[in-house]
């Protein structure tokens, strides 16, 4: 009796293999954590353990081109993702349509959560210190698991590094495990709609 996989989730994992654009990034990052006020008031007032630009800065590429930098291969990993996706797309390419920086302190976590309004998401992790924490991605089928016993891969743990991009259809749920790095995780999220 033969047996088909159906509608499979496809996880990206890729690099960006330059030491001098990840140092550029690492210092943009820091200098934004210090200067950017709305961002640290906003990361304090929700509970954030670091810093986010999250709510407070919507254009890093125009702003800095380290992270103008960092699109243009991002743009290259989304189309190739988008390919094995098989997304109809009619000659149209994805485009970035938010793009933020995290530096998280010790013991910060971000709880499950997706990206609405957005086609696909992902992180480039910048400083990955020992014990940073993995990034855990959650079986969609979950919640109409009803009665049925867990699986052993009812959750993954992707291990991110220095340089690691990894992506994902923004319907999937996530979250970032705690970390108990002694020094801070710096990473780089983005939506592509």
């Known amino acids: 009796m033969p047996i ?52 407070s800065l919507d254009d890093l590429p125009a702003r800095d081109p380290a992270f103008a930098a960092l699109k243009r291969r991002l743009d ?22 938010s793009l933020w920086v995290n530096l998280m302190k010790r013991h910060a976590t971000h709880s499950g959560h997706i990206h609405p309004h957005s086609v696909i998401s992902g992180t480039c992790y910048i400083a990955v210190p020992p014990g940073s924490g993995a990034l855990k991605l959650e079986d969609p089928r979950l919640p109409m698991l009803m009665a049925a016993p867990l699986r052993p891969d009812t959750f993954v743990y992707a291990e991110p590094a220095r340089g690691s991009v990894f992506l994902w259809e923004s319907w999937l749920r996530h979250e970032v495990m705690s970390s108990d790095a002694r020094d801070e995780r710096i990473s780089i999220s983005f939506n592509y709609g």
């Open 76 to 97: 290259r990993h989304v189309a190739a993702f988008a390919k094995e996706l098989r997304l109809e797309l009619d000659g149209r390419r994805l485009k970035l349509d």
């Open 4 to 55: 088909r996989t159906l509608f499979p989730t496809l996880f990206y994992e890729g690099r960006i293999d330059d030491d001098a654009l990840l140092a550029d990034l690492d210092r943009s990052a820091r200098l934004l954590a210090e200067e950017d006020g709305a961002g640290r008031a906003w990361s304090r007032a929700n509970g954030y353990r670091g810093y986010t630009s999250y709510a």
